[in-house]
């Protein structure tokens, strides 16, 4: 059984809860898993709360041969390596200069049995588990459970294989958002991505709304964030920067056991 712990309770735990929910809103289906691409990509997300003009978190996804880079703007989070050749997914902390990994059979096998370990409607509910896409018009997607709404606005992207590419990307972070201490279950974005893939298309803005009780005397609240996002096969020069680097740090960092790491 997932502990309802793992749900945030606070105003910043729910804001990076939701950031987690809208950056990996796409392609969390078990038919990914495993898949290999070959042609560059990258892709920039925007994420905002309600209705700053500001982005509060930007993500640079990088595709190169197999190996997924995922680039987050904040220097406090680790720099991830989706390393499908070597089956590996590798996480880089800069500031503390560590390294821990963990093997994508791990991952498939976690998610599977987190799915199989929540058997009460109630628990299942909460977590949007066996949630019903709805299509709506002009390549818009719609799932709604307990507190919580998506609206999805998709789009075709440029390059047919762009979707199957930036799917594949996402469902490796969906899983790894089940295996790491403070994830929250993504099964309710495995429905809709699922939908979106088998469309062949890729979610050019999303919006969340989520209900929450925070605060010593819970509060009853309401999150609301949205994203932003852009494909491209032209990967800038800073960016390719930063997968070298990565490369080194995957080397000379200290290597810790991925039960030891701390998030």
């Given at each position: 059984?997932?502990?309802?712990?793992?749900?945030?309770?606070?105003?910043?735990?729910?804001?990076?809860?939701?950031?987690?929910?809208?950056?990996?809103?796409?392609?969390?289906?078990?038919?990914?898993?495993?898949?290999?691409?070959?042609?560059?990509?990258?892709?920039?997300?925007?994420?905002?709360?309600?209705?700053?003009?500001?982005?509060?978190?930007?993500?640079?996804?990088?595709?190169?041969?197999?190996?997924?880079?995922?680039?987050?703007?904040?220097?406090?989070?680790?720099?991830?390596?989706?390393?499908?050749?070597?089956?590996?997914?590798?996480?880089?902390?800069?500031?503390?200069?560590?390294?821990?990994?963990?093997?994508?059979?791990?991952?498939?096998?976690?998610?599977?049995?987190?799915?199989?370990?929540?058997?009460?409607?109630?628990?299942?509910?909460?977590?949007?588990?066996?949630?019903?896409?709805?299509?709506?018009?002009?390549?818009?997607?719609?799932?709604?459970?307990?507190?919580?709404?998506?609206?999805?606005?998709?789009?075709?992207?440029?390059?047919?294989?762009?979707?199957?590419?930036?799917?594949?990307?996402?469902?490796?972070?969906?899983?790894?958002?089940?295996?790491?201490?403070?994830?929250?279950?993504?099964?309710?974005?495995?429905?809709?991505?699922?939908?979106?893939?088998?469309?062949?298309?890729?979610?050019?803005?999303?919006?969340?709304?989520?209900?929450?009780?925070?605060?010593?005397?819970?509060?009853?609240?309401?999150?609301?964030?949205?994203?932003?996002?852009?494909?491209?096969?032209?990967?800038?020069?800073?960016?390719?920067?930063?997968?070298?680097?990565?490369?080194?740090m995957r080397v000379l960092f200290a290597e810790i056991p991925w039960d030891e790491y701390e998030y």
């Open positions: 059984m997932i502990p309802p712990n793992r749900l945030p309770t606070n105003r910043i735990d729910v804001i990076r809860f939701v950031t987690i929910i809208v950056l990996a809103v796409y392609a969390c289906g078990s038919n990914l898993a495993g898949q290999l691409v070959a042609n560059d990509l990258f892709v920039v997300t925007e994420v905002y709360q309600g209705e700053q003009p500001e982005p509060v978190e930007i993500h640079e996804i990088a595709m190169v041969e197999g190996v997924f880079y995922d680039f987050p703007s904040k220097d406090d989070q680790p720099w991830t390596l989706f390393d499908l050749p070597q089956s590996r997914v590798v996480l880089l902390d800069r500031k503390r200069k560590q390294r821990t990994s963990i093997s994508t059979e791990d991952l498939i096998r976690i998610t599977a049995q987190a799915d199989a370990a929540v058997t009460d409607p109630d628990m299942r509910r909460r977590f949007g588990m066996d949630g019903v896409v709805e299509q709506g018009s002009a390549g818009e997607l719609h799932l709604t459970y307990d507190q919580t709404r998506y609206q999805v606005h998709a789009a075709t992207p440029e390059r047919s294989e762009w979707a199957l590419q930036y799917g594949q990307f996402v469902d490796w972070a969906c899983r790894l958002n089940i295996a790491r201490p403070r994830g929250v279950p993504p099964f309710a974005r495995m429905r809709l991505n699922e939908a979106m893939t088998r469309q062949g298309v890729y979610p050019q803005r999303i919006e969340v709304e989520m209900g929450r009780k925070i605060g010593v005397d819970p509060t009853p609240v309401i999150v609301r964030l949205s994203s932003r996002t852009t494909l491209s096969s032209t990967i800038n020069p800073e960016t390719r920067k930063r997968i070298q680097e990565a490369h080194s």
